[in-house]
Protein backbone atom coordinates (compact mmCIF):
# COMPACT_ATOMS: atom_id res chain seq x y z
CA UNK A 1 0.00 0.00 0.00
CA UNK A 2 2.52 2.66 1.27
CA UNK A 3 4.74 1.74 -2.99
CA UNK A 4 1.31 2.04 -4.20
CA UNK A 5 1.47 5.28 -2.93
CA UNK A 6 4.95 6.09 -3.76
CA UNK A 7 6.73 5.61 -1.20
CA UNK A 8 10.48 3.89 -1.03
CA UNK A 9 12.37 2.83 1.47
CA UNK A 10 9.81 1.67 3.72
CA UNK A 11 10.81 0.10 6.92
CA UNK A 12 8.28 -0.90 9.90
CA UNK A 13 9.61 0.19 13.37
CA UNK A 14 8.58 -0.78 16.98
CA UNK A 15 5.22 -1.77 18.23
CA UNK A 16 3.64 0.95 20.28
CA UNK A 17 1.23 1.16 23.08
CA UNK A 18 -0.62 3.87 22.07
CA UNK A 19 -3.68 3.15 24.53
CA UNK A 20 -1.34 2.50 27.41
CA UNK A 21 -3.46 4.65 30.38
CA UNK A 22 -6.59 5.48 27.65
CA UNK A 23 -9.89 5.33 29.06
CA UNK A 24 -10.41 2.45 26.27
CA UNK A 25 -7.64 0.29 27.04
CA UNK A 26 -9.35 -2.54 28.55
CA UNK A 27 -11.57 -2.51 25.37
CA UNK A 28 -8.34 -2.47 22.99
CA UNK A 29 -6.67 -5.05 24.75
CA UNK A 30 -9.97 -7.15 24.63
CA UNK A 31 -9.35 -7.08 20.74
CA UNK A 32 -5.35 -7.45 20.80
CA UNK A 33 -5.03 -3.63 19.35
CA UNK A 34 -1.67 -3.46 18.17
CA UNK A 35 -0.11 0.04 16.30
CA UNK A 36 3.15 0.20 14.13
CA UNK A 37 5.46 2.80 13.21
CA UNK A 38 6.36 2.50 9.57
CA UNK A 39 9.82 4.97 8.20
CA UNK A 40 9.47 5.29 4.18
CA UNK A 41 10.49 8.67 2.09
CA UNK A 42 8.99 10.33 -0.57
CA UNK A 43 9.76 8.20 -4.14
CA UNK A 44 10.69 10.22 -7.28
CA UNK A 45 7.63 12.34 -8.65
CA UNK A 46 6.40 11.55 -12.03
CA UNK A 47 7.12 14.34 -14.98
CA UNK A 48 3.86 15.85 -15.78
Keep these: MLEEAGFVDIEIG ?3 DVFAGARGEAKARSFETVSLTF ?8 SP
Design 39 to 46: YARSGPHP
Design 14 to 16: DAV
